[in-house]
């Protein structure tokens, strides 16, 4: 599929254009439902560079509007494809009602944590959005583990960076962009790399419904990529339409994609007596080496090529065990 874009509103647009079952993933951060046209006032933002003709819907409509494009969403998705919808919380509930009226099953419930919010003085400040992942069943979901970080790289606390980095719980700025031109919302290009990288593999087609900055496309192309999706606003459309050309084929792959290799390629995978035998005996030998009980467990999951609480778990399970020493090979 090439890459396709269309001035029009999204719902028109996806029955005009779109085939049952033909997206692989869909990434779209949808009009909030909150003056958004008026948003600047309480961000105490210049507009100077804004784009105008923001298109906002209604709060008495957004229930109506979020159940026609969601059940759109729905039918374009191929079985086993995926959906971001990145939503405040004021119309939060709009968009989980909707939701449920399909067959779409739920993933995760994400929430962005970004670095700034709306000043107030007597409440809690505001300064995350919810991120919705759904998918639609009939085949095995695409999620790609390791796509930004291998099993046994770390942090600055030995911790484990994959595991980190799944957490529900993302924590990415947002991207300034003084003197630009720009779109009344821009999701950043991390956020956005994350959810293709992890939800989508190299030529899928990524959608979204409401191109706004073409932010989503822009990723998506940069990542190899194939992506559509509706810009109701004219004046956004055709400014982006522009600026897109500058976009290159697969140019953001070297910046995010993961290239470093797994060491716990036996993880999940059966293990027998006579290895968990090996894997006693190994722990007792580290630590009459002097080894203490992480770092101990830490050496055998890399020799062995299994997870560390695969590891921790077998010791836990005996009690003053009875080893022998069963192989020659244990320990380099």
């Known amino acids: 599929m090439q ?3 269309y001035n029009i509103d999204c719902v028109e647009g996806a029955k005009k254009y779109l085939l049952d079952n033909s997206i692989d993933l869909i990434i779209t951060d949808p009009p909030y439902g909150i003056d958004g046209d008026k948003l600047h006032k309480h961000y105490n933002r210049k507009e100077d560079f804004v784009i105008d003709g923001y298109v906002e819907i209604p709060k008495e409509e957004y229930a109506e509007f979020s159940l026609k494009w969601i059940k759109e969403a729905e039918r374009v998705l191929k079985p086993g494809g995926s959906i971001y919808i990145v939503s405040g919380y004021t119309n939060l509930v709009d968009i989980l009602n909707a939701l449920r009226q399909t067959n779409l099953q739920e993933i995760n419930h994400i929430i962005w944590k970004y ?8 409440k809690y400040i505001s300064s995350h959005y919810h991120i ?13 583990t390791y796509a930004l970080h291998s099993d046994y790289e770390k942090d600055e606390n030995g911790g484990s960076l994959n595991y980190r980095d799944r957490e529900d719980v993302w924590i990415i700025n947002r991207e300034y962009k003084p003197g630009r031109v720009k779109n009344k919302n821009e999701l950043p290009t991390k956020l956005l790399a994350k959810m293709i990288l992890y939800s989508s593999n190299e030529n899928d087609v990524v959608c979204d419904f409401f191109l706004g900055s073409f932010s989503t496309a822009k990723v998506a192309i940069g990542l190899n990529r194939n992506s559509c999706g509706f810009e109701i606003n004219p004046t956004a459309f055709n400014i ?31 293990l027998d007596e006579l290895t968990k035998t090996e894997i006693l005996v190994l722990y007792e030998k580290l630590k009459s080496y002097g080894f ?6 830490a050496k055998i999951s890399e020799n062995f090529g299994r997870g560390f609480w695969s590891i921790s ?7 003053n065990p009875q080893i022998e020493n069963t192989s020659g090979k244990l320990f380099d």
Do not use: C
Request: net charge positive.
């Open 3 to 5: 890459d396709k874009f």
């Open 115 to 122: 670095n700034f919010g709306v000043y107030t003085a007597n």
């Open 132 to 144: 919705l992942y759904y998918y639609k069943p009939g085949k095995k979901r695409t999620f790609n």
């Open 240 to 270: 982006q339409m522009e600026e897109l050309k500058q976009t290159v084929k697969g140019e953001l792959l070297s910046k995010y994609i993961n290239t470093k290799t797994n060491i716990l390629i036996n993880k999940g995978q059966h």
């Open 292 to 297: 203490n009980k992480k770092d101990a467990i």
């Open 313 to 319: 778990k077998i010791l836990s399970e005996t009690n």
